[in-house]
Nanobody, 115 residues
Framework: QVQLVESGGGLVQPGGSLRLSCTTS????????MGWYRRAPGKQRELVSR???????IYGGSVQGRFTISRDNAKNTVYLQMSSLKPEDTAVYYC?????????WGQGTQVTVSS
């Protein structure tokens, strides 16, 4: 049973930084994609950033230049470094992965940006 577990969320002031981590467990043969989505209150889930088949990640337009995704392939772990956080970044952040040709989601971690 493959599982994704996020960590690193919390409360931060505007302009601050946070780093999210997503670790995997279970029987993993192939990870075709891995990344982050978020859902803000009253809004649909949106892409934050993800790696796909290439080495260059893609970013959602609202976080471009402020967030950086990285990964540790040896640990099957993905990170999201968030800087210059804004109140509109407040959301539940979900880790996503396409593993062994199946979609998996983490349970989500809350990020709140407020003074």
């Amino acid at each position: 049973q493959v599982q994704l577990v996020e960590s690193g969320g919390g409360l931060v002031q505007p302009g601050g930084s946070l780093r999210l981590s997503c670790t995997t467990s279970g029987s993993i043969f192939r990870i075709a994609a891995m990344g982050w989505y978020r859902r803000a209150p009253g809004k649909q889930r949106e892409l934050v950033s993800r790696f796909t088949s290439g080495s260059t990640p893609i970013y959602g337009g609202s976080v471009q230049g402020r967030f950086t995704i990285s990964r540790d392939n040896a640990k099957n772990t993905v990170y999201l470094q968030m800087s210059s956080l804004k109140p509109e970044d407040t959301a539940v952040y979900y880790c996503y992965a396409l593993i062994n040709y199946n979609d998996y989601w983490g349970q989500g971690t809350q990020v709140t940006v407020s003074s």
